[in-house]
């Protein structure tokens, strides 16, 4: 508990997190003259596309609160995805919210694995010193585990570094010890004194995608948090983490470059700028953002349709009474307001042929949170 910020102290920090998808070519492969001088163009192509450019990047801002032991509101304050004018439909993609390496019990990729320093750990893991660094007057044991032979159970594999100053880990490094059949995911937490206090400063995560591939080479995913003015055992009035955990209805979609460089711990490479450039033209020319709101709203049952949504719920339905019932609903959206909408409907039952309608005011005070208030009326048949 002394070392284990995350959980078990009270604080606040803000974000920056880039996510690249990308392919990573052999080196070995690029080294051979000959090897590569027999590829054929495709696989020459498509090496030179990873070489100018990424797939996909993506980069958010976060601000997060949390008070022990769950309390916690993180709120999206920009975002931007290649490709995309809107990425709003994405913002849980710029969620922070991780394990700390500590839990007794670890979960990735909606998996749970047994941690590797929970209780009883010793009975479950086998650690193996790898290592000793030196810093200052401090040193770093560098630990490997596993799981021991002869133990089943689901368990990571991979590296602590254990720092003598307060003997807390500085880093640790973690992935299944099995391999999964379909993505697989390895994490990193770094660790800094905060404060005086140690607290994770960034935040490493691999996504390995086996099953998508362009020509011979395997796709992934990297992604790299960085938290920044960290304040540790801050007091906090608790309407700073009241309703929903995750708020993402205010953030900014385009922020100027000055707004990114500031968060930015290194400015954007060559190949990060192309993607951003090539990516953008091409979602432009294929029009991504209506395609992305179109199947969002086929998952939601609404369609936008400028200032209103059309309520495809409302469009064909079956009873024993009513038959057939054909339908049409709308609802004004968030272009006219985030805190009041009115919607309303029309329907016709070719069994009892009557026409049925209603409407509907509804008034969220508070857009964030779950909560509304509706006044309504309606002419129709309830089963």
């Known amino acids: 508990k002394t070392n284990d910020g995350m959980r078990y102290r009270s604080h606040r920090y803000r974000s920056y997190s880039k996510t690249i998808f990308t392919a990573e070519v052999d080196s070995a492969l690029r080294a051979d003259t000959a090897r590569m001088a027999a590829l054929d163009s495709s696989d020459r192509e498509a090496i030179g596309f990873f070489d100018r450019q990424h797939i996909l990047l993506i ?20 975002m931007r995805v290649s490709g995309l004018q809107d990425p ?31 209780p009883n750990s010793t009975h479950h893991y086998f650690f193996q010193l790898e290592d000793t660094l030196y810093l200052g007057a401090d040193s770093v044991f560098v630990i490997s585990y596993r799981p021991r032979k002869g133990t089943k159970f689901d368990g990571l594999k991979g590296l602590l570094y254990v720092n003598t100053d307060g003997y807390a880990l500085q880093n640790a490094i973690a992935e299944p010890a099995a391999a999964a059949s379909g993505p697989a995911l390895k994490v990193q937490q770094m660790h800094e004194r905060v404060g005086g206090k140690w607290f994770p400063v960034q935040l490493n995560t691999w996504i390995f995608l086996p099953f998508m591939q362009v020509n011979d080479y395997t796709l992934l995913g ?34 100027d470059d000055a707004y ?13 700028l192309r993607t951003y450039q090539v990516i953008d033209s091409v979602g432009e020319a294929e029009h991504l953002d209506r395609k992305v709101r179109t199947l969002d709203a ?31 609903g709308l609802r ?16 016709y039952g070719f069994n009892d042929r009557v026409v049925k309608y209603g409407g509907d005011l509804r008034v969220r005070p508070a857009p ?13 048949v309830i089963e």
């Open 298 to 328: 086929l998952t939601s049952g609404r369609i936008p349709w400028g200032p209103v949504d059309i309520d495809l719920t409302r469009f064909l339905a079956y009873n024993g009474y009513e038959g057939v019932r054909l339908g049409a």
């Open 332 to 347: 004004t959206n968030a272009r006219v307001s985030r805190v009041v909408s009115v919607g309303g409907y029309g329907a």
């Open 368 to 380: 964030a949170r779950s909560f509304e208030l509706r006044a309504f009326y309606e002419n129709d």
């Open 260 to 272: 990114w460089d500031a968060l930015r711990v290194d400015s954007l490479d060559s190949k990060e």
């Open 222 to 255: 990297i992604g790299r948090t960085y938290l920044k003015d960290i304040e540790l055992d801050v007091e906090m009035d608790r309407k700073e983490v009241r309703g929903p955990a995750f708020v993402a209805d205010r953030m900014e979609v385009r922020r």
């Open 59 to 78: 980069e958010s801002a976060t601000r997060k609160s949390f008070i022990p032991p769950a309390a916690e509101q993180e709120e999206v304050l920009a």
């Open 88 to 118: 709003s439909l994405l913002a849980l993609v710029a969620s922070t919210k991780s394990f700390s390496i500590y839990e007794p019990q670890i979960t990735l990729n909606e998996k749970t694995y047994i941690g590797p320093i929970g």
